[in-house]
Nanobody, 119 residues
Framework: QVQVVESGGGLVQPGGSLRLSCTASGTIFSISRMGWYRQAPGKQRELVADITSDSSLNYADSVKGRFTISRDNAKNTVYLEMNSLKPEDTALYYC?????????????WGQGTQVTVSS
């Protein structure tokens, strides 16, 4: 069984910063990709950023230059540094890990952490 747990969300003023963390645990052989998604009320879940095991990066256009994703492969942990936050960044942020386990390669999701940008 694989568990994915996010932390670091909260309330921040526009222009502020937050750092999200996500750790995958369990019987994991390897993780090919870890990423952050978000879902605002009434909207579909969208990719924010992801990173492969060899550090290939991918960002949504809306966060380029403001958000930075990084990864600690040894800890199965991914981080999202969010700067210059805007009210439109308000959403529930989910972590995803594509992990190789006894069951083959599967996609695992965390429960989400709320990010609210408001004055």
């Amino acid at each position: 069984q694989v568990q994915v747990v996010e932390s670091g969300g909260g309330l921040v003023q526009p222009g502020g910063s937050l750092r999200l963390s996500c750790t995958a645990s369990g019987t994991i052989f390897s993780i090919s990709r870890m990423g952050w998604y978000r879902q605002a009320p009434g909207k579909q879940r969208e990719l924010v950023a992801d990173i492969t095991s060899d550090s290939s990066l991918n960002y949504a256009d809306s966060v380029k230059g403001r958000f930075t994703i990084s990864r600690d492969n040894a800890k199965n942990t991914v981080y999202l540094e969010m700067n210059s936050l805007k009210p439109e960044d308000t959403a529930l942020y989910y972590c995803n890990a594509k992990a190789n386990t006894d069951w083959g390669q599967r996609s695992y999701w965390g429960q989400g952490t709320q990010v609210t940008v408001s004055s």
